[in-house]
């Protein structure tokens, strides 16, 4: 097992290099970069750029022409373009650029946010709380609410009871999580209805004067709202994952056996079919996990007005600070190479028989 995990180990650098690679190549295309951006709000401010440029000719007999790779950099003077770029680092080649870039990140030196004057490692942290706050709750509600009610629907397949949670089961996949959100909102965040939950914040502001009861009841009943819209589509899916395993196991011949030995029905289930059929869905809680902390929470923390790292990466985007987009992609593409290992440790933690090693070699 320590060859397998080696490999795998190995195998991340290049695959984590190759995923940079191909971003920053895509970047080099993409119009709008930070030094178009400071022009543009330098162009929008007549009296900052008049105080720069020196009024154009500024009586000196002199009009700056601006540098032409630059959209709208007409009026301000080639020098301070140029200036911009070694700030920012543009005065090197690409090729350059990247090797620095990646050389620093193997280091995680992730430098500073080109807009926020702030270390990058620093906003991360600063937005990471409420992430893993919609991921790990989300996560774990979704699977206390999905196993047992797989296991039950697979139980009773094809009972009424199986009939009726698989339509509420598709209308909970059917609906978008923002969707979800609104509507809880408009029900119990005094949107037309009640007024039970916070509409925003994931504290309230005189959190620090409460009580260490009166803090965790505070958090709790902030997040209710977030984790409910975010578990919606991860919870059926699982759920309809826990069934089938389940019944892909209830009809083989080995529970058969057990059931003519006369071991009861609850017996059965859960000290045989259990842990084969679990194997697939506990193996996968790290991967759904990080889709959960990372892929769906945009929109959730938006209607939310929670400040986290989906809304970072959607602004860093936006304003083309690159080393909060290269530095959370890298962070993130890492993490999401260990989950996938972790998630197979998992499977060999769960089910000892399966031997990656060996069907590597």
Do not use: C
Not at 162 to 187: C, E, K, M, N, R
């Amino acid at each position: 097992m320590g060859a397998y995990i080696l490999r795998r180990l190995l195998l991340m650098i290049p695959t984590l290099v190759g995923i940079m690679l191909i971003n920053f190549t895509l970047t080099q295309f993409v119009p709008g970069g930070p030094i178009e951006q400071i022009i543009a709000k330098l162009e929008g401010e007549g009296d900052v750029l008049q105080g720069i440029t020196g009024g154009g000719d500024g009586g000196t007999g002199q009009n700056y022409g601006g540098d032409e790779r630059y959209l709208g950099a007409r009026g301000l003077p080639p020098e301070f373009i140029a200036e911009l770029e070694k700030q920012f680092g543009f005065d090197k080649p690409a090729w350059q650029r990247f090797l620095t870039m990646m050389w620093n990140y193997l280091r995680f030196d992730f430098g500073e946010s080109y807009f926020r004057s702030i270390s990058v490692v620093d906003l991360v942290i600063e937005k990471m709380p409420v992430s893993i706050t919609l991921g790990l709750w989300s996560t774990l509600l979704a699977y206390f609410i999905s196993i047992p009610l797989g296991i039950r629907k697979a139980v009773k397949d094809g009972s009424k009871f199986d009939t009726w949670t698989s339509g509420a089961i598709i209308v909970g996949y059917a609906i978008p999580g923002f969707l979800f959100a609104v509507l809880l909102i408009v029900l119990f965040a005094g949107g037309s209805y009640w007024r039970i939950f916070p509409l925003r914040g994931l504290v309230s502001d005189d959190w620090e004067s409460l009580s260490m009861i009166g803090k965790v009841a505070d958090y709790f009943w902030h997040i209710t709202l977030p984790i409910v819209a975010s578990t919606i589509s991860s919870f059926a899916t699982l759920t309809l994952l826990t069934k089938n395993s389940f019944l892909d196991e209830i009809n083989k011949q080995y529970v058969l056996t057990a059931k003519a030995k006369g071991l009861t029905e609850g017996r059965v289930l859960y000290g045989h079919v259990f842990r084969n059929a679990m194997l697939i869905v506990i193996a996968g809680f790290p991967g759904l996990f990080l889709a959960v902390l990372f892929g769906g929470g945009l929109l959730i923390e938006t209607i939310f007005s929670l400040d986290g790292l989906g809304r970072l990466g959607y602004e860093a985007a936006v304003a083309r600070d690159y080393p909060v987009v290269f530095g959370t992609l890298y962070v993130f593409g890492l993490l999401g190479l260990l989950v996938g290992l972790l998630s197979d440790l998992m499977y060999v933690f769960v089910d000892p028989r399966i031997d990656f090693e060996r069907r590597a070699g």
